[in-house]
RNA sequence: UGAGGUGUAGCGCAGUUUGGUAGCGCGCUUGGUUCGGGACCAAGAGGCCACGAGUUCAAAUCUCGUCACCUCAACCA
């Protein structure tokens, strides 16, 4: 385990504003998350971040069941036909689908993809599926992986293959499809803010930004620590591009043969890369408690001295039954190597136990978040540390909501807009709404429509690009930022 | 694909200018002393110097070629 040269370490990632992608990939690497796979932009994930994963994935799934879901599986090679049914779709992805062409040195009939998404394969059983308005809303989401072939990647944020999570509804109605797209959104949303403890940004995509085949997409966006954004989920209304393209559909209650309307909606492994980038510090991780695999980290003091170990585990016992996930590390290194060996992994807090605190039946806590340091009773300590890991839950979603709310400015001229995003800022301003003005946007910043917010309550009367003037509902309030 | 850079021990690097047969730090192993913020002593293990072909008595080092990776640009639900 302890195989990292952490003095070196500490030194990289010192300052973590000017070189923040490298600190990233130094966190990432050096706290044993993953590792590079042998095919370029694959990553393993060790234990340790995939039981980061494992806790999205629990806390995630209870959510999605709870809104009326049901989990599936559908395969992952599908024939390349299927993908070029729907033509937006097909556009959009054709140019990083890994594509299966031979069976051992034989040729098939039919190139099958490796799935980018599932939209097509799941259209296509829907459409067995699905004859009446009785078999409708179809709910049903999928845990598994994916390859889209991207020109670069970076861990957790853009690999080539990655974990996830795509949830395909079916309903008979447009404004049922409607209302699934927001609800899913929305419960996106509470878990980012309640679990993750990262605030995000919710709102519309533009047409230039939405998802390949959708009517519209929806997104949450999150700030990261040095002023990017990362999307961080998206749900998509798709109307009935992928019904007409494979022919679902059903007799409804009119006796009308009608196509449904379709929802998509997904988030992945990037949301780890998501907690790195707006949780970590100069010392490494920082996890929210709700998601980190080790959420108390207990280290005996002189544990070769008699009693200490036995009441480290004594007092283990008392956590995990108090629902604590709690481990002793009892390994041979110096207690100071073990603190930061366990600060860089971002575990939410620690306790000392050593021959003092058995004296005075007590130990000393120590939060990740606030350094803070304190001497507690073991009395009735599972109830102390249940309440104090809820505190840094919620501290760590305030500090963040703090960062961001600091770092939205309002602009009115795309001068300032450069200036306030090369800063690290998310800019807030009136849009018009051409492709045009977007793309100036990009291509003189490098920052890009993040999306259009709920809230459209006016910052300003004019494009900040092209200077029209904006009444009635003809342009929009826009976020813009550089992303990852 | 455009421009630049790097390949030497598990990781990070020095050595290349001026050719002489392999080094440093961390990590790892063993034994001992330690333990409340990255402990110390001692003894060890570990390398086809990216690959290939030249030049030379002699190549990590010089020449030519190949491959891989990284950064920026471009691309990126």
Redesign the pocket.
């Known amino acids: 385990m302890?195989?990292k040269?952490?003095?070196?370490?500490?030194k990289e990632i010192a300052d973590i504003k000017s070189d923040f992608?490298q600190w990233y990939t130094d966190v990432v690497l050096k706290t044993q998350l993953v590792d590079y796979g042998p095919v370029?932009g694959t990553m393993v994930i060790r234990p340790y971040g995939y039981g980061i994963w494992e806790n999205i994935q629990r806390e995630l799934d209870n959510r999605i069941k709870a809104t009326g879901h049901e989990n599936a599986y559908f395969p992952m090679l599908i024939p390349y036909s299927f993908l070029m049914k729907e033509a937006e779709h097909v556009e959009?992805f054709a140019p990083e689908v890994a594509l299966v062409t031979h069976i051992g040195n034989e040729e098939l009939p039919e190139k099958l993809v490796v799935r980018p998404?599932s939209e097509t394969i799941i259209g296509n059983m829907y459409s067995k599926w699905i004859q009446s308005w009785r078999d409708l809303p179809v709910m049903i989401n999928q845990w598994a992986n994916v390859v889209?072939w991207?020109?670069?990647t970076r861990p957790f944020l853009?690999t080539s293959e990655f974990l996830?999570q795509e949830g395909h509804t079916v309903h008979a109605t447009e404004e049922e499809a409607q209302a699934e797209t927001l609800k899913m959104l929305d419960v996106y949303q509470e878990f980012a803010e309640n679990v993750l403890a990262i605030p995000v940004i919710v709102g519309k995509k533009s047409e230039k930004e939405?998802?390949?085949g959708a009517k519209s997409?929806y997104t949450m966006e999150a700030m990261m620590l040095d002023g990017k954004s990362l999307?961080s989920g998206?749900t998509h209304n798709l109307g009935q591009n992928f019904s007409r393209a494979f022919e679902i559909q059903f007799l409804d209650k009119d006796g009308v043969l009608k196509h449904p309307y379709q929802t998509s909606w997904?988030v992945?492994t990037?949301l780890i890369g998501a907690l790195i980038m707006a949780h970590g510090d100069e010392r490494g991780l920082v996890l929210p408690p709700m998601v980190a695999p080790k959420q108390i980290i207990i280290i005996p003091?002189?544990?070769?001295k008699g009693g200490v170990l036995e009441k480290a585990q004594e007092l283990r016992q008392l956590l995990l039954a108090s629902g604590v996930r709690a481990e002793i590390d009892n390994r041979?290194q110096?207690?100071?190597?073990k603190?930061?060996?366990w600060?860089?992994k971002g575990v939410p807090a620690r306790i000392?136990?050593?021959?003092?605190?058995i004296e005075s039946d007590s130990?000393?806590l120590?939060r990740r978040d606030t350094?803070e340091?304190k001497v507690i009773s073991l009395n009735n300590i599972g109830a102390t540390i249940v309440a104090e890991l809820k505190d840094i839950q919620a501290n760590m979603l305030e500090k963040s909501r703090k960062f961001r709310d600091s770092h939205i400015v309002i602009c009115e001229t795309v001068d300032e807009l450069k200036q306030a995003v090369d800063s690290g800022n998310f800019v807030k301003a009136m849009w018009c709404g051409s492709r045009e003005c977007e793309a100036k946007i990009k291509e003189q910043t490098s920052a890009t429509t993040r999306c259009m917010p709920f809230d459209q309550t006016p910052v300003g009367t004019k494009c900040i690009v092209c200077g029209k003037e904006i009444k009635n509902c003809e342009g929009y309030v826009a976020y813009f930022a550089k992303a990852y």
């Open positions: 302890a195989d040269n952490n003095q070196q370490f500490v992608p370029k959009g998404t889209r991207e020109k670069t853009r996830w939405k998802f390949a997409t999307q998206t997904g992945s990037r003091i002189a544990a070769f041979d110096s207690p100071g190597w603190f930061n060996e600060e860089m000392e136990i050593g021959p003092r605190d130990c000393i120590v350094h340091k």
